[in-house]
C-alpha cells in the first residue's frame, strides 16, 4: 500500500532522483526520462478522457485499464533489476505478455467499427480525438526514450514492455478515429495549402 504523508522531501533540489530500488539517478539519466514519458502519456489520456461522451464509455474504461497498467510500467521501470539483489518475481510489477494481447483485441475491436483509410489522418475533429493524437505523439516519445533505455549499456528492458508502449501509440491512434466514427476522420490532404 501506497502511503505518502509529505509530498516534498528536498531531496531532488540538485538534480537527483531516487529510483524505486532507493538508487539515485540524475533527472535527466534516461530511465527516468523513459518513466517520466510514461506519466506525460498517462496525464495525457487522462485528459481525453474528460472529453469522452457517455456513448463511449466502454472505450473510457479500457481508458482507464491502460491508466493502471502505466502504472505499472512505470513502477517496472523505476525498479531495475538489480543481480546483487534479486526480487522475487512475483514481488516486481512488470508488463505482462497478455497486457499487449489484451491491447490488441481491443485494437481489433474497435477498428471493426470503421472505414479504412484511404489517407493519413490529422488529428483533430472531436475534442476526445484530438487529445487522443496527443496521447498517441507523447507515447511515440516515450517508445523512442525506452529504446534507447534498451541500448544503453548496464540497463535492461522487458520486451513486453517495449511491445506494450508500441501496442499502445496503436490503440490511442485507432481510438481517435473511433470517437470520430461519426463525425469522420480529418485527413490530410497532401500539397493543399501550396
Known amino acids: 500500500m501506497v502511503k505518502l504523508d509529505r509530498i516534498y ?8 532522483t531516487s529510483l524505486a530500488t532507493g538508487a539515485r539517478r540524475r533527472k535527466d539519466d534516461i530511465r527516468v526520462e523513459a518513466y517520466g514519458a510514461i506519466d506525460e502519456t ?6 481525453a478522457r474528460l472529453a469522452i461522451q457517455p456513448q463511449d464509455s466502454a ?18 521501470l523505476a525498479t531495475p533489476p538489480d543481480p546483487s539483489k534479486p526480487l522475487d518475481p512475483a514481488m516486481r510489477l512488470v508488463i505482462v505478455p497478455s497486457q499487449v494481447e ?12 470503421l472505414a479504412p483509410l484511404r489517407s493519413f489522418v490529422l488529428p483533430g475533429g472531436a475534442a476526445a480525438a484530438a487529445h487522443l493524437h496527443l496521447a498517441r505523439a507523447i507515447c511515440r516519445r516515450a517508445e523512442r526514450v ?25 490503440f490511442l491512434f485507432v481510438a481517435s478515429r473511433y470517437v470520430n466514427r461519426e463525425k469522420g476522420d480529418v485527413l490530410w490532404k497532401p500539397g493543399a495549402t501550396r
Not at 498517462?42 to 485528459?47: E, L, P, S, W, Y
Not at 472505450?59 to 493502471?68: F, K, P, T
Not at 489484451?102 to 467499427?113: S, T, V
Open 9 to 16: 522531501t528536498r531531496g531532488g533540489d540538485k538534480g537527483a
Open 42 to 47: 498517462n496525464a495525457a489520456i487522462g485528459v
Open 59 to 76: 472505450l473510457d474504461a479500457m481508458l482507464e485499464r491502460i491508466q493502471n497498467d502505466l502504472f505499472d510500467l512505470g513502477a517496472e
Open 102 to 113: 489484451r491491447l490488441e483485441k481491443e485494437i481489433d475491436g474497435l477498428n471493426a467499427a
Open 146 to 170: 525506452m529504446v534507447t533505455l534498451m541500448q544503453t549499456e548496464g540497463e535492461e528492458l522487458s520486451p513486453a514492455a517495449l511491445a506494450y508502449v508500441n501496442r499502445l501509440s496503436d
